[in-house]
Nanobody
Framework: QVQLVESGGGLVQPGGSLRLSCAAS????????MGWYRQAPGNQRELVAT???????NYADSVKGRFTISRDNAKNTVYLQMNSSKPEDTAVYYC????????????????WGQGTQVTVSS
């Protein structure tokens, strides 16, 4: 019913910048919290950042001051601006969204994107 499509991943040098995008499409009445998570090989998936529909943000300590999450509600899109990248930021990055499908139902569904690889290396 809903698809999340990520883009913008790739190879970046240490200290460099990258911008990830994630667009939601399908049967959407309203999107609540959107977020970015990442999973490095051998590790569990971890929170990177979240943003509510009102614009309140939350960041993992490891990315505070370097990454910025933002969203365009008109485009159903969330972004992650990655600055001052470090090798330990290397991972598959997934976007996530809480979606309400119908105006007559308050139930929410959680959706995940397919993931985009980010590699920080010289």
């Amino acid at each position: 019913q809903v698809q999340l499509v990520e883009s913008g991943g790739g190879l970046v040098q240490p200290g460099g910048s990258l911008r990830l995008s994630c667009a939601a499409s399908g049967r959407i009445f309203r999107i609540y919290t959107m977020g970015w998570y990442r999973q490095a090989p051998g590790n569990q998936r971890e929170l990177v950042a979240t943003i509510t529909s009102g614009g309140s943000t939350n960041y993992a300590d490891s990315v505070k001051g370097r990454f910025t999450i933002s969203r365009d509600n008109a485009k159903n899109t969330v972004y992650l601006q990655m600055n001052s990248s470090k090798p330990e930021d290397t991972a598959v990055y997934y976007c996530n969204a809480e979606i309400r499908h119908w105006s007559f139902s308050s139930s929410l569904s959680i959706y995940w994107g397919q993931g985009t690889q980010v590699t920080v290396s010289s």
